[in-house]
């Protein structure tokens, strides 16, 4: 079975919206965090500054991923991606380079406040793959030949190959120049972005090596733009308070800048 008829079989993508007990208030979180933040490594939760996630117990295959607090929505880069892509494929249209995200789940308290979570397929980080198998993907994707002077005092082969990698698409977008780019599905995917944040001045393509990834299937590593637009914090309310209050602990990473 060839990799796009295994994304269309497993493409279900759907969102709910359920209402929390009155207990779930964005208050409530903000003074949570803190706690949570510092238990979240101990319990296998990825950390990231906006977000964070784990794999879903109920399925290896999996992953959960919400925001640390709740969101506005309509200033939500993630959220916005995800819907896009969403319409597309009801429309038919299918992606590989695209995240499978199998359901939206947005909880909402009494005062209005929302928190989306998402579950998404379970991708693996591009530099747990050999540095050979990378510079293989770079020469399927791009039309310049991966320069073996980025190997160079080196020590972690593969990450310097996925950087590069990340630094292509994410300099393709920021510059709205496609032409080192081979593969036409992943123009097609990076013309997305590019709409979205010309559509949103104020966001910025953030496509570093955490928001890209790999899913594997048997003909090799294939690339995913996993979270590839900054909204700058506009999503997440107060968050100047919050970027230099209780989330800045040892286990999270600093601020963007």
Request: charged residues 30%; aromatic residues 10%; without cysteine.
């Amino acid at each position: 079975m060839r990799i796009i008829e295994i994304l269309q079989e497993y493409d279900t993508t759907d969102q709910k919206i359920r209402y929390r007990k009155p207990s779930f208030d964005f208050d409530a979180l903000k003074d949570k965090q803190e706690r949570d933040d510092d238990q979240a490594l101990n319990k296998g939760i990825q950390p990231g500054w906006y977000s964070g996630g784990q794999t879903n117990p109920r399925d290896p295959h999996e992953f959960v991923k919400k925001p640390h607090l709740t969101a506005k929505l309509d200033k939500d880069a993630y959220y916005k991606y995800v819907m896009e892509i969403r319409e597309l494929k009801q429309q038919g249209y299918h992606n590989p380079f695209f995240p499978q995200v199998y359901n939206i789940d947005i909880t909402q308290d009494p005062k209005g406040n929302q928190r989306p979570r998402y579950r998404i397929e379970k991708l693996q980080q591009g530099d747990s793959f050999p540095a050979r198998t990378l510079i293989g993907l770079y020469e399927r994707l791009f039309n310049d030949e991966f320069n073996m002077r980025n190997l160079e005092g080196t020590t972690n082969k593969s990450y310097a190959v996925w950087r590069e990698i990340a630094s292509q698409v994410n300099r393709a977008v920021e510059r709205s120049n496609y032409t080192n780019i081979r593969d036409d599905q992943l123009t097609e995917a990076l013309l997305l972005i590019d709409k979205i944040i010309q559509e949103n001045p104020d966001w910025n393509v953030d496509l570093h090596v955490n928001n890209i990834r790999v899913r594997g299937s048997s003909v090799g590593p294939q690339l995913v733009l996993m979270d590839p637009i900054s909204d700058g914090g506009a999503s997440i309310p107060d968050y100047d308070e919050i970027k230099s209050g209780p989330r800045t602990n040892k286990n999270m990473p600093p601020a963007p800048p």
